[in-house]
């Protein structure tokens, strides 16, 4: 990560409340090809939440901790405060001397955006800013959340813009908090109603929809430099599985989530304005800033 912080752009992506089960099955079947086309290998590694539901979870990852691989450790990782005695802590981590990695990618010159999602992004509260409030730049609007069956067109629409009107020369960290997969999704299954409710076939369904879509955030992100992305659940959700249903709760399919990480590429030929091509490296809307 030290190469790749400073001189590439930065997406996190993540697809809140994806089970891994169903993202497995899903790109072993042929459903999810753009998600599938740039997994290593097509296959989603599986990993495990660094917490059981969205603000638990995103607060862990924006202090470094992302899913930890599903296999005994210690597991190196790729951003860390840096933290006496830290045992993840390795040659290629990316370390900073500030409390969250966003203010860490801030302090390297990072122009920081959050493209929120989920209720604990919206701003509409003081719980709801302390996520958004750690970027320098925060956007938020009904058309984004867990209502709108267009939410993931309207957030890319945002982030399209918010990549449009940077100056070329600026790094970007942009982070997306997707939400079509959280309940309610009924709406993106042909045939289901609001009255059978949210169902796994309706998740697998918002998947779908996602991917659909999802082409345009990578390209975008990919448009003005090399781009380094993950893309990962923070936690699933239970649909009856052992009688349960939804999440902050213990079951496997809460804590057993989908994560990639890999580069994407400006168009050939079409390098960003005035930068050199890289390195080849292993309602109205809400709007904050500061």
């Not at 990560?1 to 993540?14: A, E, F, Q, Y």
């Not at 951003?79 to 801030?106: C, H, I, N, W």
């Not at 629409?157 to 997306?176: D, G, K, S, W, Y």
Request: proline share 9%.
């Amino acid at each position: 990560m030290n190469d790749v912080v400073g001189s590439h752009d930065i997406l996190l992506v993540t697809l809140d409340t994806l089970r891994y089960d169903v993202a497995a099955e899903l790109a072993e079947a042929g459903r999810i090809p753009h998600l599938a086309g740039r997994l290593p290998g097509g296959r989603w590694e599986e990993r495990h939440a660094p917490g059981s539901f969205t603000y638990a979870s995103h607060q862990a990852i924006f202090a470094g901790f992302l899913p930890t691989p599903a296999a005994p450790g210690p597991h190196p990782r790729l951003f860390a405060a840096s933290f006496t005695g830290s045992e993840t802590t390795a040659a290629g981590t990316f370390v900073y001397d500030a409390p969250d990695l966003v203010s860490g990618l801030a302090q390297a010159g990072y122009r920081t955006v959050c493209i929120g999602g989920v209720g604990f992004f919206n701003k509409q509260g003081p719980l709801g800013s302390v996520l958004p409030g750690l970027f320098h730049e925060s956007h938020w609007a009904p058309e984004f959340g867990v209502t709108s069956p267009h939410s993931f067109e309207n957030q890319i629409a945002r982030a399209e813009r918010v990549i449009r009107e940077l100056p070329a020369e600026q790094r970007l960290f942009l982070f997306v908090n997707v939400s079509a997969l959280h309940q309610p999704n009924w709406f993106h299954l042909p045939g289901a109603t609001r009255e059978a409710g949210d169902s796994r076939a309706t998740h697998a369904a918002a998947l779908e929809y996602v991917d659909r879509h999802i082409g345009r955030l990578f390209a975008a992100a990919g448009s003005r430099r090399r781009c380094f992305a993950v893309v990962c659940s923070d936690h699933g959700t239970a649909y009856g599985d052992d009688g349960y249903t939804g999440h902050r709760l213990g079951h496997e399919c809460v804590w057993t989530v989908p994560y990639a990480h890999f580069f994407l590429d400006p168009a050939p030929g079409d390098p960003a304005p005035g930068d050199p091509a890289p390195a080849d490296p292993a309602p109205r809307p809400t709007e904050t800033a500061r």
